[in-house]
């Protein structure tokens, strides 16, 4: 493999043909463009540490690079996976005899073989187990339209892969088939393909199932394709790639996009029958608006499996694409320790009385700087409790989502001055205006601490997922439950290997959820803190409507200067706190009600040792 560096577009087109000119056997010409001039230097670097020349078993030609482990031989047209000395001559066969099949048993163990050898996991985590197996009886059955339901932070994405892996595999015609992967949010598709990935590195855990396989990537994201994103689409749709299989990974935005163009959008509807898997990532998300819909609909028409992924699936978005494949609480994700074991609810109730005569005011529209000196003395207070009884001076990593900038500006004045600068941080869309880095650079610098505060208004809008996470403090009223289910979500993951030495999350066995405004009491009732299982599963079932859960989830997006100041007494009163874990299931060896543990491979009764599943695993 040879690589070279141009300057501008045209000049890439004279190297290729000049490299073409030079030889006399077919080469494989990739052109990528990178606007980032440090990305590029990271591309070039990564694919010259891994440009080692592969030979053809056959003829000894130079093999062109598909994936990691597969190549293909232009000239005896056969495709090469080194790691197994294997050769196929089609390129179904190679994604057929490769890929797990037959009884549903067989598929499973099959892939946990796979995530093995392929992405260096211990396999199909119990949940992602569960959903495959239900997922696989559905679409044998017939359904081949539907969601799957995972909470965040169980490995959908993942799930995803090997679900496409599987629907392709017994998929009777492939050639000049191609995958659309549809996410609303940058981060995730940055997540499924990356540049790298578009050069046939595997970067993301998404290409790493496919990783002995003819699959390309294509991820139409800003620094990919920072112009003529539509036009990439649409050309990418029309023409054939007689060797690999594509993957294009783009927003729905782009789909609307395009739409605005009646011309394109017939070209597009055009070659919509060649995409045989639709995934809408996020199906809650932006899909469901009454315009956006019937463009989903006309896209979704014409394709043969069209699957639906979220953590908190909404009744329009099974109405538009299809009913449940499988659905897996949260309280079960969290029985089988593939979430956080427990959450602890503190839940508090603030009252606003205005001061003075003053026309009526909606308190949660304004800045009070009462309530933001009463709210700094509850997260002190959590903050203290946590470092008691964890016996640790750290700040626990904490996120608080807030009702406005003005007042986030205000909390984060006053718990910078109780907690120390180098402890608190902001990241709000306007927090460049007080000083502060861009708030996507904020978050990642925040990633990587060992504890402090991050202040924001809308958390999930700026991106922000971060698996250490420790406690959530909720300090605005989310009246939707779809937002507080996905809120919430953000803290139940468990913690990453490198930080269960500190994390509260593996030391207390639990996370801590600080309710400053009684959200949760509305939504599931007073005194019944465990009925947040119960809502979390029947917003899991499609159940709620979406009705305008993105606002909340998106709070106040008003400027500084738009929010008015006023001056209120506050009271921030304790109402109740109580760990909520899941029910405890009853060993059938000692006769206790127990949380079972997962001891390597086994999930194991902690009372007795009893060991529990008969196939067990993870
Ligand atoms: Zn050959
Ligand atoms: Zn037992």
Redesign the pocket.
């Known amino acids: 493999m040879e690589i070279y560096l141009a300057r501008r577009p045209m000049d890439a087109w004279r190297i290729a043909d000049e490299h073409k000119r030079k030889h006399s056997k077919p080469v494989k010409i990739t052109i990528l463009q990178v606007r980032d001039e440090k990305l590029a230097e990271e591309l070039e670097s990564a694919l010259k540490a891994r440009a080692i020349e592969k030979r053809c078993p056959n003829c000894n030609n130079q093999l062109w690079l598909i994936s990691e482990d597969c190549f293909f031989c232009p000239r005896c047209r056969l495709y090469y996976i080194p790691s197994q000395d294997a050769i196929y001559y089609r390129l179904g066969d190679v994604i057929k005899q490769r890929t797990p099949a037959g009884p549903v048993d067989e598929v499973i163990e099959g892939f946990d073989d796979l995530l093995r050898k392929n992405c260096g996991f211990r396999g199909l985590n119990p949940v992602q187990e569960r959903a495959l197996r239900e997922i696989i009886r559905k679409i044998e059955d017939g359904h081949t339209r539907g969601i799957i339901a995972l909470p965040t932070g169980t490995g959908k994405t993942v799930l995803a892969a090997c679900l496409l892996r599987w629907i392709l595999a017994r998929s009777e015609e492939l050639r000049g088939a191609c995958i659309l992967f549809l996410a609303p949010r940058l981060v995730i598709l940055k997540q499924v393909a990356t540049i790298m990935d578009m050069a046939g590195i595997c970067a993301t855990g998404f290409h790493k199932v496919f990783r002995d396989l003819p699959i390309t990537l294509c991820p139409l994201t800003e620094d990919v394709y920072p112009y003529e994103k539509g036009e990439e689409l649409l050309s990418l749709l029309k023409f054939n790639r007689p060797h690999s299989l594509c993957v294009i990974a783009i927003t729905p935005q782009l789909l609307w996009a395009i739409h605005k163009d009646s011309k394109k959008w017939r070209r597009l509807l055009r070659n919509m029958s060649r995409v045989k898997v639709i995934i809408m990532d996020d199906v809650h998300h932006t899909y469901n608006g009454e315009a956006s819909q019937d463009v989903v609909r006309e896209v979704i028409d014409n394709v043969e499996y069209v699957i639906g992924l979220s953590a908190t699936p909404t009744n329009e978005a099974v109405a538009n694409v299809g009913g449940l494949l499988t659905c897996r609480p949260i309280e079960e994700a969290m029985r089988l320790g593939v979430l956080v074991k427990g959450i602890k609810f503190c839940v508090y109730d603030t009252e606003v009385e205005k001061r003075g005569i003053r026309k009526p005011f909606d308190e949660w529209k304004v800045c009070i700087r009462r309530r933001a000196r009463q709210y700094a003395e509850k997260i002190i207070k959590t903050i203290d409790e946590i470092r008691k009884s964890t016996d640790r001076d750290r700040v626990p990593k904490t996120a608080v989502a807030c009702p406005n900038i003005k007042e986030a500006n205000i909390l984060y004045e006053i718990l910078r001055e109780k907690l120390g600068e180098e402890n608190v941080h902001i990241a709000h869309y306007k927090s460049q205006e007080i000083g502060e880095r861009d708030p996507a650079e904020i978050i990642s610098r925040f990633r990587k601490r060992k504890g402090g505060v991050l202040i924001s208004v809308s958390m999930i809008d700026i991106g922000f997922d971060d698996r250490d996470l420790e406690v959530l403090v909720l300090a605005r009223p989310i009246r939707n439950p779809i937002s507080y289910v996905q809120l919430v979500g953000r803290v139940l993951r468990t913690p990453s290997e490198e930080t269960r030495a500190w994390n509260v999350k593996s030391r207390l066995g639990y996370c801590v959820v600080v309710d400053l405004t009684s959200s949760l009491y509305r939504l599931v009732g007073e005194n019944n803190l465990q009925g947040f299982f119960e809502l979390s599963e029947s917003i899991m079932k499609g159940l709620e409507k979406a009705k305008k859960f993105e606002d909340d989830l998106r709070g106040d997006k008003r400027k500084d200067r738009e929010i008015p100041e006023v001056d209120a007494n506050v009271r921030v009163t304790h109402i109740k706190t109580q760990l909520v874990r899941p029910k405890p299931i009853l ?6 009600y ?1 949380y079972p543990e997962y001891r390597d491979v086994e999930k194991v ?6 060991v529990f599943s008969p196939r067990p695993r993870y």
């Open positions: 060993c059938p060896n000692c006769r206790r127990v009764c902690p009372e007795c040792g009893f």
